[in-house]
């Protein structure tokens, strides 16, 4: 029968664990509710005065770090006397991941950082008194073990400025240190960061896209700013209803888009710019026939397709009755240059009211589509940034009636906009 009592060489062991763990400050924060009933909760929470409650929630936040610090050091403990493996047969990790419902990743970095707090004795402190939280004494843990020599000379200054630094901010006066404390190591971490870096597409059955990826600070940051500056609020309007997710999704569109419109110097083995190709037939373009459309293979909306031939290259293929191609015209523009000059000069962006996206991102659109029967000039079409030209299609109005949503294109009106 396994003892009881742990043997002796444990109990000489003096780490901080052995000290702290059952000494684990009681914080002073007065509880919102004794009984675990939501209702209840909930009730006594919404008796409580602003000062109480929010004096509450900042005591509560502090008791919680604590206790995922105490937690850290009684894992520590556990694997100390060996529970885990002599008892379980498993890891440590392996056991957090049975009886606390872990994922690897959580139960591995657990184990790691109690490891690490038996050399931290001054973080510790200020750790169970509820003033560093958990996610910095993480980051000062995973600091102590890439450079254990060094890091007791300079743990009394991490354990004063993770009190007031939030993570984040603590993560980068840790990388500063680093690169001063073993600046080689440094080097190699962020050759480390640059090899790492990926990107995957994929299409599923039903044709969505799907992108996952590993980025290094520079291309993070390049992306990041491209973005964001795409979905800068000043251009949109009030009325727009995609998510936050949804808008960057269409940005890095927008932007790839502006590439395959403006390269001038990449070919395909074709001799021609990078494109998209779509097929359609005739009688599905026009709505002839039921029937969607496919782009990469994917089903599409016919109004996606209209959408996109708006300003596009056309090239008429007739088939035989077995599929093949008996006759292939000469590819047309359905925007010619100069009228797209035209455009430019006299909408100067997008049309939309309110909307001040550039030339530069803008769509030649027909008010009535070609495909209709509608004249490829000047008086039939606008300049739309891509996110109103989606929704213009999707609105599926009258010429008349979308005119009303523009504002005037005439040069005078537009003294404001920047020349394109």
């Not at 400025?161 to 600046?183: D, F, G």
């Not at 890095?252 to 502006?258: E, S, T």
């Amino acid at each position: 029968m396994r003892s009881q009592n742990p043997p002796d060489r444990r109990a000489k062991d003096s780490n901080i664990a052995d000290r702290l763990v059952g000494g684990f400050p009681q914080l002073a924060s007065e509880p919102v509710a004794t009984n675990s009933n939501m209702n209840t909760i909930l009730r006594d929470t919404s008796a409580l005065s602003d000062d109480v409650l929010e004096k509450a929630t900042i005591e509560l936040r502090a008791t919680i770090s604590a206790a995922q610090t105490r937690f850290a050091l009684q894992v520590r403990e556990l694997e100390h006397r060996d529970i885990p493996s002599v008892v379980h047969g498993l890891t440590t990790a392996g056991w957090l991941r049975h009886h606390c419902n872990m994922d690897s990743a959580e139960a591995s970095g657990v184990t790691k950082t109690g490891r690490a707090l038996t050399h931290m004795p001054t973080i510790v402190e200020q750790a169970l008194g509820g003033n560093i939280s958990y996610r910095s004494v993480s980051l000062l843990a995973q600091a102590r073990d890439r450079n254990p020599g060094p890091f007791p000379h300079h743990e009394a200054v991490f354990s004063d400025v993770a009190t007031r630094l939030t993570p984040h901010n603590l993560r980068r006066v840790i990388s500063h240190w680093e690169q001063q404390v073993n600046h080689q190591q440094a080097s190699r971490d962020i050759e480390h960061i640059n090899r790492l870096r990926s990107l995957y597409l994929a299409q599923t059955y039903d044709g969505v896209g799907e992108i996952r990826g590993t980025l290094n600070p520079e291309l993070f940051h390049t992306i990041t700013t491209a973005i964001q500056a795409h979905t800068n609020p000043t251009w949109g309007d009030h009325d727009d209803q995609r998510s936050p997710t949804q808008k960057r999704a269409d940005a890095l569109g927008d932007i790839c888009r502006f590439f395959l419109d403006h390269n001038t110097e990449l070919k395909t083995s074709g001799g021609e710019k990078p494109h998209i190709t779509i097929t359609i037939d005739h009688n599905t373009f026009t709505g002839a026939r039921q029937q969607l459309a496919e782009l990469g293979g994917a089903p599409v909306n016919l109004e996606t397709i209209k959408q996109i031939a708006c300003d596009a290259s056309v090239t008429r293929i007739v088939l035989d009755a077995k599929s093949l191609p008996i006759d292939v015209g000469r590819k047309t523009r359905t925007i010619p240059p100069g009228l797209r000059r035209a455009l430019e000069h006299r909408d100067r962006g997008c049309v939309w009211k309110g909307c001040t996206a550039p030339v530069s991102w803008c769509d030649a659109h027909h008010l009535t589509h070609w495909a209709n029967g509608g004249p490829t000039n000047l008086e039939n079409t606008v300049l739309l940034c891509r996110k109103h030209h989606t929704r213009t299609h999707r609105l599926d109005l009258t010429p008349d009636n979308l005119r009303k949503l523009f504002r005037n294109t005439a040069p005078s009106a537009n003294t404001d906009r920047a020349p394109p």
